[in-house]
């Protein structure tokens, strides 16, 4: 069964970047680039929501909050998907996720982003 594994979290101040990256494992590059993958995050007591998409055809979409600061982008040749999060916020601390939707259903262990004020 493929894997998922994200890197790249941690503690940025306010107004600070990180890029997150995704790797998936064990994941012919077939199915990987046929696949739609996102990015969700999740902070204590709340449901995971939904960051970013970036579908098969390089198609994006994004959370209100994160427009214009977030941007998801993918290398099916490395099976990688990136999440570079830029302006970030006290808010956008959470644990994010990687997952490959539909009947995959593929989820990341999730990596810690925490922004001081």
């Known amino acids: 069964q493929a894997q998922l594994r994200e890197s790249g979290g941690g503690l940025v101040q306010a107004g600070g970047s990180l890029r997150l990256s995704c790797k998936a494992q064990?994941?012919?590059?077939?199915?990987?680039?046929?696949?739609?993958m996102e990015w969700y995050r999740q902070t204590p007591g709340n449901q995971r929501e939904l960051v970013a998409q970036i579908t098969s055809g390089r198609v994006t979409k994004y959370k209100d909050a994160v427009k214009g600061r977030f941007t998801i982008s993918r290398d099916n040749g490395k099976r990688t998907v990136d999440l570079q999060l830029s302006s970030l916020k006290p808010e956008d601390t959470a644990v994010y996720y990687c997952?490959?939707?539909?009947?995959?259903?593929?989820w990341g262990q999730g990596t810690q982003v925490t922004v001081s004020s």
């Open positions: 064990r994941m012919i590059l077939s199915t990987f680039s046929g696949a739609d």
């Open positions: 997952h490959v939707p539909g009947p995959y259903n593929y």
